[in-house]
């Protein structure tokens, strides 16, 4: 071979070898920047880079009432930060979106036979959680961005918390009471670096007809 070629040959191959471990590299750096605040943004005639999270995705405490354990209307919802996510990620997780199943009928009152009588009245509803509280007691954003990627939650909440119809004709000394009931639902959430991470949450389940008698 010529000597000409044969440098230019090296030349080639040192090159290749170089842009290798340049990629290895970057990968190296992206998987660190990415766990300490980083997301990677689509930018116009840029294309893509790492891009540092401005604030935390750690949402601020909520005081709320009857044991609310989730919210959809979140004002400080970090919708464009997860859009970026979720470009890269999205397909990852896309046997995790979708909607629970509902039935037609608004109310269990109208599924029940007419001889039937429901002892605490109750509301099911598909809801799109942004925030819920988890298993440990703490608030966490909820991934519910767009039609695409959706977490439809089916949730049946109590009518009333007062004693339950047909009390009166219950023994003397016993009480009755509507109790709201919960289950524990596994959800796409985001941590607070900014990485989606499953997370359980307690939602709402069922209404339920308690019964206390004499001691």
């Known amino acids: 071979m010529p000597m000409p070629i ?13 842009t290798s471990i340049g990629y290895a590299v970057w990968g190296q750096k992206s998987s660190h920047f990415r766990t300490r605040g980083y997301f990677y943004e689509d ?12 604030h935390s995705v750690s949402p601020k405490p909520r005081d709320t009432e009857n044991n609310v354990t989730f ?5 400080d919802y970090p919708e464009k930060m997860l859009k970026e996510i979720l470009k890269m990620e999205g397909k990852v997780h896309k046997d995790i979106f979708g909607r629970d199943f509902l039935f037609k009928e608004r109310t269990i009152s109208t ?32 991934v519910n961005v767009g039609e695409e990627y959706v977490q439809g939650v089916r949730v049946e909440t109590c009518g009333h918390f007062e004693k339950c119809s047909m009390s009166d004709s219950f023994p003397a000394g016993y009480t009755t009471k509507c109790e709201q009931q919960y289950v524990f639902r596994r959800l796409l959430s985001v941590a607070d670096k900014g990485k989606t991470v499953m997370d359980e949450f307690r939602f709402p389940s069922c209404c339920l007809c308690t019964i206390r008698g004499p001691s």
Request: aromatic share 8%.
């Open 43 to 54: 930018k116009p005639h840029e294309g893509r880079r790492l891009k540092r999270l401005q």
């Open 71 to 75: 919210i959809e209307d979140v004002s």
């Open 6 to 18: 044969a440098v230019f040959m090296l030349l080639i191959i040192f090159i290749l070898a170089n």
């Open 111 to 142: 599924r029940i036979e007419p001889e039937e009588t429901k002892l605490c009245p109750s509301l099911e509803k598909l809801v799109y959680p942004k925030l819920a509280l988890n298993t440990d007691n703490d608030w966490k954003y909820v």
